[in-house]
Each structure stands twice: as C-alpha cells, then as structure tokens.
C-alpha cells in the first residue's frame, strides 16, 4: 500500500502560479504512475496529468496542457504539480493518485489541497 499527503495549494490571482506537492510512504514510490486529478463545486471529479513511474511518459488534460507540469522525484517520494497562468476555471481541490499501472487510476488517493484562483 502507498499513503499519499498533499501540500501547496492556495489562493492566487489570475495569472498566477503555484506549485502542488504530494508525498507518498514508504519506499515503493517506483512501483507506481503518479497522477493528478481535481474537483470543483457541483462537479465530478476530473483527470489533469499524469506521469509514468521513471517519470519518463506524461499526459495532460486538454484544459491545462501548456500550463501545468507534472514531474516527479523518486528519491524523495514526491511527485509535483507546477501550475501557471491560472485561470478561475482551475478552481477546484487537487488530489494526487497512486496507479500501478500508466493509463489507469488507481486505488490510493491522498486527502487533497484547495486551489482557488481569483478574478
């Protein structure tokens, strides 16, 4: 099993940036692609990047491709969302997910961060 916290989130203007962090236990962090997901009022939950377990292959929704960055250190369990040119539209709380497999969501989701992004 993998135990995920997430970190960073906040409130900016638009056309800011932030950087979300999540942290996973234990030290198979390698055994799992990394995803992000996020949920705004009213809405289902939607997926926004995603990151292979070397970090090498990553894949972005069309709503923030050219915007976000998805990375990932292994040695320090981590896994990164750097967000920039906000938009009210990303207003939403951001989880982080643990896949055994790229492509898939899987079973182990942190508690989430707010990101709110102002007019």
């Known amino acids: 099993q993998v135990q995920l916290a997430e970190s960073g989130g906040g409130s900016v203007q638009a056309g800011g940036s932030l950087r979300l962090s999540c942290t996973a236990s234990?030290?198979?962090?390698?055994?799992?692609?990394m995803g992000w997901f996020r949920q705004a009022p009213g809405k289902e939950r939607e997926f926004v990047a995603r990151i292979s377990k070397s970090g090498g292959i990553t894949t972005y929704s069309d709503s923030v491709k050219g915007r976000f960055t998805i990375s990932r250190d292994n040695a320090k369990n981590t896994v990164y969302l750097q967000m920039n040119s906000l938009k009210p539209e990303d207003t939403a709380v951001y989880t982080c997910?643990?896949?055994?497999?790229?492509?898939?969501?899987?079973?182990?989701w942190g508690q989430g961060t707010q990101v709110t992004v102002s007019s």
């Open positions: 997910n643990a896949s055994p497999q790229f492509g898939i969501t899987g079973a182990y």
């Open positions: 234990g030290r198979t962090f390698t055994s799992y692609a």
